[in-house]
């Protein structure tokens, strides 16, 4: 990466699924992604548990000395539905409120194979950064092609003008963990210049949560 600015990243959030998925292709990637991220120094912060890949990249970043924090919504803990985390753990009471906590104390996102709570995790943070309500870079890890139709879509929509070029470029996409971290290292955001006029406040509550009300 030699000439490129990289930006400082201690803290990745990691969207994955509470399955292990059908190929163990997905599993052994997760776990690569955890010895990455210890090599390079970089925390995880991440949906709390131990289930499926959410329990691999937790444990193989522990295993490489750094800090795990597990945010999870406090429902999720009753009668241990999702197994110890590993790590610090910090209950919520909504899954609004766990993604926002996520997005606050990360300095990048990355995605990897899971199902719809996964994709929803990834599309707010896309669609926050569009909106301008935070900068950070956002990478989905590309195990054996799970993404390519996802991909492919997005593409479409591109080609449809219903997202535009400069946002296209909000989300990365790599073939291996350390072409992702890079990627994302030096990603440089491009704010739309209409909505980059939109203010987003925080909230004066004494949790001091962020308030996504926008102010026109």
């Not at 959410?54 to 197994?83: D, K, W, Y």
């Not at 300095?107 to 719809?116: K, N």
């Not at 291996?176 to 491009?190: G, M, W, Y």
Request: hydrophobic letters at 45%; proline letters at 3%.
């Amino acid at each position: 990466m030699e000439g490129v600015l990289v930006r400082k990243i201690k803290k990745i959030c990691v969207f994955c699924g509470a399955n292990s998925g059908k190929d163990v292709a997905f599993v052994n990637a997760t776990f690569h992604l955890g010895k990455v991220l210890g090599k390079r120094k970089i925390d995880l912060v991440y949906g709390g548990g131990k289930l499926g890949l959410m329990g691999c990249v937790s444990t193989a970043v522990a295993q490489h000395e750094r800090q795990v924090l597990g945010i999870i919504p406090s429902a999720f803990t009753i009668n241990n539905l999702v197994g110890e985390t590993c790590g610090k753990e910090i209950k919520v009471a909504t899954m609004q409120e766990r993604l926002v906590m996520m997005m606050e104390l990360s300095d990048a996102f990355i995605a990897l194979p899971g199902g719809f709570g996964t994709l929803e995790e990834l599309f707010q943070m896309i669609s926050w950064a569009q909106l301008n309500i935070h900068n950070k870079p956002i990478g989905v890890l590309n195990i054996n092609g799970f993404f390519n139709g996802l991909l492919s879509f997005v593409d479409h929509a591109v080609k449809q003008e219903f997202i535009t070029p400069r946002a296209r470029k909000i989300l990365i996409s790599a073939t291996t963990a350390d072409e992702l971290v890079d990627k994302l290292q030096a990603f440089r955001f491009e704010p739309d210049p209409a909505l980059s006029k939109l203010k987003w406040s925080p909230s004066s509550s004494q949790k001091e949560k962020l308030d996504l009300t926008l102010r026109l």
